[in-house]
């Protein structure tokens, strides 16, 4: 269900790529997230225009939320040792301009999940 991406090069292409890559990782990392929270939310497409609606604010509320998703879905899965979220430094890493240094953040959380070290059960 989530695709693990090298995070190196996806930041690479959005580079290059003057950004066009990295909207596509957006509604990809979105969607993605939002199916591990099971939370209901604006969809990747539907978030990215938000954020060209409110030129780039709703990117900054978009950061915080995929924090909460996470721990939404580590919380999910029943991983007792994470009660961090991360939603802020997503946000202040936004708020700073470093929004694609969030993405490889938010990125590297995905791809724990899609490599299995996540999915499994933990008793307390």
Known sequence: MIKERNVALSAIFTVVTFGIYGIYWFICMTDEAIALSEDRGASGILAFIFNIITFGFYGWYWA?????????????????????????????????????????????????????????????
């Open 64 to 124: 915080y939320r995929m924090g909460d998703r996470l721990e939404m879905a580590k919380q999910r899965r029943g991983i007792a040792y994470s009660s961090t979220n991360n939603g802020v430094i997503y946000l202040i890493l936004s708020v700073l301009g470093l929004g694609l240094i969030s993405y490889i953040f938010i990125q590297l959380e995905l791809n724990r999940f899609s490599a299995g070290k996540l999915n499994s059960r933990v008793s307390i």
